[in-house]
């Protein structure tokens, strides 16, 4: 009787009960995306009741205020993980609202997580922008947002936009100037003993998967291609405004035609790699509903294509990680070069207009990647080389057994970058317990037993030698003869000595966790989308609040 009667004597408003449970609502309403009004629908109160009746359901302003409490609780907590970050990567993505009446630009971070040594992306700000999106206007914000987050300019190791003609811009003169700073401070002081030595300066990355899409898009302007490509559009497009081809199209095989996007990522891809998946059905349906289909030689040719364009899609699937794959930039580019040359030669005679294509796309994207691989280009940059070469899983495939001469330079560059970005250190040598008794007992000896000849002691070496970057360097390179190729880069560092490499290691760690697109950023936006549907595009706050507690979880 009395465990029946307190079972329905409702929490006290200050009781630990309540308040946790209250918590975990507005962690719900916070992570789900909900409006905080969800807590008064009539459904909502009565599923809580039946899940605990003591619990009195709290009101939309109290939840609106605990979110608001998780989400600057959460922010410090990211804030002092930021603060111990070696190196942060910036990552920003302009979306612009249906109908243009909202656009934002989201700002992320990613890093390697001292504390629990494993790589970690981050939104930081959803920030709204008013037109026109200009490279000043794109500067200010963020900045506001790195000075908001505490991060230095000289943390940041580079900066991940797409091509935009403003995001190119933008810190193109800040590229200028770190150069010119980094110039003088070389003058200055010896590479080895610079106090406060940077990785790199601040740079502006292209996105690598973005620029990929750009070499896809050349399919375009094949014409030959882009016929065919524009009849197997048209005949996607009759079967998704159908619904009784559509109907049919799923009782034989279960599945839909994709259209592609020009915005989607591989979508030209997907679009022919579905068409395929059904090609046994698709003639039927459209027969039956008086559409002209594709001939049998348009067919042949869409495999083709596809085969074409496959390389590239798996590529996109890998390098669009949110972390751990700008070591991956360099054999990706390599292995598709290699593939538009065999694939080139292969069709030649057969398909001339599907291997011009191929050759074609080939030499647009040693032009557009030529930042990464051609070290005499003026864009250049070794971060993609560097980064490649302390990755124990591709390093001795991609470069340091490749003897072809272009291959070699982008070898010396990456060991340069290396060399001249990571500064000595004491050398940690490990001590044994035999070690610890034989110095504990030196150190009893009193001191007037001891002499002291204090002339020699300014001219005599240090007991524990410095560590050498380049000596590292060389023990990484012989270590790769029996490393694991299953392993990733991350974890083979991970399980590496720091008293081995103290120098690599941090540097390797830091350069294996970057991304190498602004994927993030832009996938912040599929969440945006549907929070600043309507009337709620003007609620910035509770928009940023509302992405940042929804894409951050500790």
Excluded at 21 to 29: L, T, Y
Aim: proline residues 4%; contains cysteine.
């Amino acid at each position: 009787m009395s465990g029946a009667f307190f079972s329905h004597i409702k929490y006290k408003p200050d009781s630990q009960e309540q308040r946790i449970k209250e918590e975990a609502i507005a962690k719900w309403v916070a992570r789900t995306a909900h409006p905080p009004r969800t807590v008064e629908d009539e459904e909502f109160i009565n599923m809580m009741e039946k899940i605990d009746k003591r619990l009195t359901v709290p009101k939309k302003t109290k939840i609106t205020n605990l979110v608001d409490q998780m989400y600057l609780a959460e922010k410090v907590k990211f804030k002092n993980r930021l603060a111990m970050a070696r190196k942060v990567t910036i990552g920003i993505d302009i979306w612009t609202k249906k109908g243009l009446t909202a656009s934002f630009l989201a700002v992320s971070a990613c890093c390697f997580n001292v504390q629990d040594s494993k790589a970690e992306h981050i939104l930081l700000n959803l920030k709204q922008m008013v037109h026109p999106h200009t490279a000043n206007s794109i500067v200010t914000l963020v900045e506001e947002c790195t000075e908001e987050w505490g991060i230095p300019k000289e943390k940041i190791i580079m900066i991940i936009t797409d091509n935009g003609s403003n995001m190119v811009s933008a810190f193109r003169v800040e590229e200028e100037d770190t150069s010119s700073d980094e110039n003088d401070s070389n003058k200055d002081s010896d590479e080895e003993e610079e106090a406060d030595e940077r990785y790199g300066t601040l740079e502006r990355t292209p996105c690598v998967v973005h620029t990929l899409q750009l070499v896809v898009n050349m399919v375009k302007k094949e014409q030959a291609i882009k016929r065919l490509l524009d009849k197997v559009r048209h005949l996607v497009r009759q079967f998704r405004k159908s619904s009784v081809a559509t109907e049919r199209l799923l009782e034989q095989c279960g599945l839909i035609l994709i259209k592609d996007c020009e915005t989607r990522w591989s979508s030209s891809f997907l679009m022919l790699s579905r068409l395929l998946e059904v090609k046994d059905h698709v003639p039927s349906v459209a027969d039956t509903m008086g559409w002209d289909c594709l001939l049998p030689s348009e067919w042949q040719k869409v495999a083709i294509l596809k085969d074409l364009l496959l390389p590239i899609a798996e590529h996109t699937k890998v390098l669009e990680s949110d972390t751990c794959c700008f070591s991956l930039v360099v054999p990706a580019i390599l292995d598709l070069r290699s593939h538009l040359s065999d694939f080139s030669l292969a069709h030649a005679r057969s398909y001339r207009d599907v291997a011009t294509l191929a050759q074609k796309m080939s030499a647009n994207m040693d032009l557009r990647f030529s930042c990464f691989l051609d070290v005499s280009a003026s864009n250049f940059s070794p971060l993609a080389a560097a980064a490649c070469f302390v990755d124990a899983s591709v390093s001795a495939e991609t470069l340091i057994d490749n003897d072809n001469d272009n291959i070699q330079n982008l070898l010396s560059k990456a060991e340069e970058y290396i060399t001249r970005t990571s500064r000595s250190v004491p050398y940690q040598e490990e001590v044994t317990d035999d070690e610890d008794i034989r110095n504990a007992e030196v150190s009893e000896v009193p001191l007037q037993k001891r002499p002291r000849f204090r002339f020699f002691s300014a001219h005599r070496p240090s007991s524990k030698p410095k560590a050498s970057i380049r000596q590292e360097v060389q023990k990484f390179k012989e270590s790769l003869s029996h490393a694991n190729p299953e392993e990733s880069g991350m974890d083979f560092w991970s399980s590496q000595s720091s008293t081995m490499y103290p120098l690599l290691k941090p540097l390797a760690l830091d350069l294996l966790a970057m991304p190498a697109s602004e994927a993030f950023a832009e996938r912040v936006f599929s969440l945006t989308g549907d929070l600043s549907s309507g009337r709620r595009n003007r609620a910035r706050i509770t928009l940023e609040r509302s992405a940042f507690l929804k894409l951050n979880k500790v």
